[in-house]
């Protein structure tokens, strides 16, 4: 078989194009499709083929050289190369490729695409970032630099990157400056490198995690989480699986904890792209996948993949987008994706966005702010968790999608409490405990379920929201502990009587950071409201007055006093 150079090898399956970048001509390389046997769009003349473990390179020369293949590349993924065959004979090839014993599968290098509808009126509001509550969640916390969310996409406009100047005389956009993006790597053999010339990877950076607090343009979900530049599309917004791939596994090897991928594309669930994100998943990273915008039930290829964390767009009405693609299952979770406003590939804030492109980044950044939140000791699984059991539940969810959309402020909640959190409490006044839960993550809504110890009933009713925190106590003076809830957002108290239809409590006290600690600190016979906060009790008490009870330091955790 031919051995020829990188720049040749690189060079098949592609064709030359001339793109213009704010207002200059640029020469590079994209993709030459074909469509393979199944219909779908491939690279032209390539192949990803998985040798059997224990192929040698003679066996996979020969295997090649079987189908006339003028060019081979390893791919990062164990034993699978990309074989260049004539354009035009995918599916000769792969047949004679199936029939050999040393190859264990042969598939065709499909493309997938950029996601996104430019929207030419700018939309100066970035209204998502209030949609979702960021700024409430930012309370909690900003995130942290040790956190790497990796953007694969066609390329990111950054210092590191680039040699384009912005508006402003200097290199790279000015909410991602200031080693904002720690690492970067072109996958797609462009002549420009790693650099955006589709303007869409700059715009997906930006929402994950533009410079944020710095005075200068918009604001990132993630705040202070870094990012890494994975360049898997061309300068026209198109990758293959082999470029994809490649990306997934160089940005888990390299420390990303999160991965957005804002593309997708028709082909159906490929072993290659389900390698690379079982990949990416047993090493602990969360990937976060646009579910496409063709507006069908059928979401993208990528985004149906085992272990991804798939998403819709929703507009400011919290109404699915009419282009989003969509799936009662397979799509988990909703994300702004209508009007998004943020960097763009020449430096400054050029107009508005839509897409299930859009959606996607404000999940990443959120995962890295709940990687943060959660700590060193948490799991990816834990963040996914977290993010689709705090989503609200808004019009469609189990419809369009099996959680809800995105809610920062109450995925900040996810290191206090848990679903099923165990409450025991003496539910019926027989003087013993009863053991019971409070699930937030419940499919028909958060459900209260606490039969009484040694039979005889049980509380079951359905009510409360997304980030609340169980309080159960007497709160009406009857001997028996209330279903109630404290919602950290705003300081709401609200529960029900043991009958589960009477209100025992309703009132606000309390804010974003206290820990609830309920129980009888006067002597009415009442639950007062009271809160932990800075190392002092306080609340009001039924029996009036206040209390005001400094104990300890802020970083004390108080001793659960919530007993009826």
Known sequence: MPSPSPEATDALGTKVVTIRRGGRDVETRVLEAERAPDGHE????SLIVKYRRGTDQRARQAAAQSVGAVAAEKLLLPDTERIQVRPG?????????????????????????????????????????????APQAWDATRGSVAIKAAVLDCGVFEPGSSTFTAPDGQVGHPDLRNNKVVDRRDFTSSPNGPDDYCNHGTHVAGTV???????VGVVGVGFNTSLMNGKVLDDSGSGTTTMVSNGIVWA??????????????????TITQQTAVDYAWSRGVVVVVAAGNNGTGTPSNWSVRNYTLAVAATDSNDVKASFSQYHATQVEVAAPGVGILSTDYLGGYDGTFNGTSMATPHVAGLAGLVWARLGAGATNQAVVDCIKNSADRISGTGTFWSH?????????????TTPGRTVLYDVNGGG?????????ANPQGPLWYVPWTGGGGQLQVWFGASGDLPVMADYDGDGKADATVWRPSSGLWYGLGNNGTTVAVQQVWGQQGDVPVPARYDADGKADLVVFRAGTFLGPLTGGGFLNAPRGVASDVPIDRNQP
């Open 432 to 440: 013993k405990a009863d053991a019971g839960v409070f699930r937030a």
């Open 42 to 45: 491939a690279r032209a003349g």
């Open 209 to 215: 995690a533009a410079n944020t607090n710095n005075g």
């Open 89 to 133: 004979a995918l599916g000769q090839a792969m047949a004679a490729l199936k029939g050999r014993a040393d190859v264990e599968y042969v598939e065709p290098d499909y493309i997938s695409r950029a996601t996104f509808t430019p929207n030419d009126p700018r939309f100066p509001e970035m209204w998502g970032m209030a949609k979702i509550k």
């Open 404 to 416: 809800g959309r995105i809610n920062a402020q109450a995925a900040m909640t996810c290191g206090t």
């Open 252 to 269: 888990t090897d390299n420390g990303a904890k999160v991965i957005n991928m804002s593309l997708g594309g028709t082909s159906g669930c």
